[in-house]
């Protein structure tokens, strides 16, 4: 059974960091890329970062880019994401996704990820 496990968020002043992890099991965490995806309230999923699957190249939404590091360490089966000098528009739930297919990689459309994880909160506010 294909899980995927985030945690890691919380409430932080804005211009503060935080580091989600999302651990995954069930499938070769290895052979997939992966992706943060996130949900702010009242607005629709929103695409955030991705990373391939030896992590030598990522990719970032440019609502965030400059602030994001998206990170994985397939021996532990983890992916991570180190936002930096958060904003209050930065307040969603996130979400580590998995793709449907090996190939698949960077801002994919929302229908070609077959499995989330149940998201972390982070609320940036002052």
């Known amino acids: 059974e294909v899980q995927l496990v985030e945690s890691g968020g919380g409430l932080v002043q804005p211009g503060g960091s935080l580091r989600l992890s999302c651990v995954a099991s069930?499938?070769?965490?290895?052979?997939?890329?992966m992706s943060w995806v996130r949900q702010a309230p009242g607005k629709e999923l929103e695409w955030v970062s991705g990373?391939?699957?030896?992590?030598?190249?990522?990719v970032y939404a440019d609502s965030m880019k400059g602030r994001l590091t998206i990170s994985r360490d397939n021996a532990k089966n983890t992916l991570y994401l180190q936002m930096n000098s958060l904003k209050p528009e930065d307040t969603a739930v996130y979400y580590c996704?998995?793709?449907?297919?090996?190939?698949?990689?960077?801002?994919?459309?929302?229908?070609?990820?077959?499995?989330w994880g149940q998201g972390t909160q982070v609320t940036v506010s002052s």
């Open positions: 990373i391939d699957s030896l992590g030598g190249s990522t």
């Open positions: 996704a998995k793709p449907e297919k090996t190939t698949g990689w960077g801002n994919l459309p929302l229908n070609q990820y077959n499995y």
């Open positions: 069930g499938f070769t965490f290895s052979s997939y890329a």
